[in-house]
C-alpha cells in the first residue's frame, strides 16, 4: 500500500518567490496535517485539515497557506519566501482528525531558500 | 501551549546494549505521546506510541513507559542494533489537533 506521497522532493527557491507543496494521504485517510522541520530540530506543526476544513493552526506567519481537495489530498502554499523558511516540510496523514489518531509522514520536501 | 523537552540530545551505545531516552511535558491534558525514528533524508516512521492510560507498552525490542503523575515518558531499546542509529522524537498530543515534538536523539549504535 502507497504511504504518504508528497512532492516535489527537493527545490530550490529565490527569497520572495512563492512555493506550492503537494501531498496525498494515505489511502483512506481523510485528515492531512504540514508541519516544518528546521535541521536539527523536531517538526514544528503549521496546519491540519480534516474534512476539507481547517482544524488547527500552528504559530506560523499569514504568508502559510493550505487547502485540502475533495479527494483529501492538500496543498502548502508559502508566499514571499524568507530564508528562514529553508526546512523540511512534512506532510502527515490520519484515519479522521488528529485527536488522539496516529498520523504517518511522508518522505517531506525540502525547500531550499536562496 | 505544550512544551516536550527531551533528553539526551545525543546518545552512543554498543551494539547489544541498551538504550533509553527521556522525555517530559508540560500540560497534564496530553493524552498521547508516540515516538519516531527518522533516518537521514528521510520523514519520521512511527516505531511505538502510548496512550495516557496505559503505563507501558513493548514491542518486540522497543518499550515505552509512561509515567502521568511525574509527566515524563521513556523510550527504551534493548539489544541494539547498528540499523538502530537515527534520530528518534518523541511527540504529546493534547487538544488543539496538534502534534508537540521534542528536539530528537541521535542515536549511534557502535559495532
Known amino acids: 500500500d502507497a504511504g504518504v506521497t508528497q512532492s516535489p522532493t527537493h527545490l530550490i527557491k529565490t527569497r520572495g518567490q512563492q512555493v506550492t507543496l503537494r501531498c496525498s494521504p494515505i489511502s483512506g485517510h481523510k485528515s492531512v496535517s504540514w508541519y516544518q522541520q528546521v535541521l536539527g530540530q523536531g517538526p514544528q506543526f503549521i496546519f491540519q485539515?480534516?474534512?476539507?476544513?481547517?482544524?488547527g493552526r500552528g504559530n506560523f506567519p499569514d504568508r502559510f497557506s493550505a487547502r485540502q481537495f475533495p479527494n483529501y489530498s492538500s496543498e502548502l502554499n508559502v508566499n514571499a519566501l524568507l530564508l528562514g523558511d529553508s526546512a523540511l516540510y512534512l506532510c502527515?496523514?490520519?484515519?479522521?482528525?488528529?485527536?488522539?489518531?496516529?498520523?504517518?509522514f511522508g518522505e517531506g520536501s525540502w525547500l531550499t531558500v536562496v | 501551549g505544550e512544551n516536550v523537552e527531551q533528553h539526551p540530545s545525543t546518545l552512543s551505545v554498543q551494539e547489544g546494549d541498551s538504550a533509553v531516552i527521556k522525555c517530559t511535558y508540560s500540560d497534564s491534558a496530553s493524552n498521547y505521546f508516540p515516538w519516531y525514528k527518522q533516518e537521514l533524508g528521510k520523514g519520521p516512521q512511527l516505531i511505538i506510541d502510548?496512550?495516557?492510560?496505559?503505563g507501558e507498552k513493548k514491542d518486540q525490542r522497543i518499550a515505552v513507559t509512561l509515567n502521568k503523575t511525574a509527566k515524563h515518558f521513556s523510550l527504551h531499546i534493548t539489544e541494539t542494533q547498528p540499523e538502530d542509529s537515527a534520530v528518534y522524537f518523541c511527540?504529546?498530543?493534547?487538544?488543539?489537533?496538534?502534534?508537540?515534538f521534542g528536539t530528537g536523539t541521535s542515536l549511534t549504535v557502535i559495532p
Open positions: 485539515y480534516y474534512e476539507k476544513e481547517e482544524r
Open positions: 502527515a496523514s490520519s484515519l479522521q482528525g488528529t485527536n488522539g489518531n496516529t498520523i504517518y
Open positions: 511527540a504529546a498530543y493534547n487538544t488543539g489537533n496538534q502534534f508537540y
Open positions: 502510548i496512550r495516557s492510560n496505559v
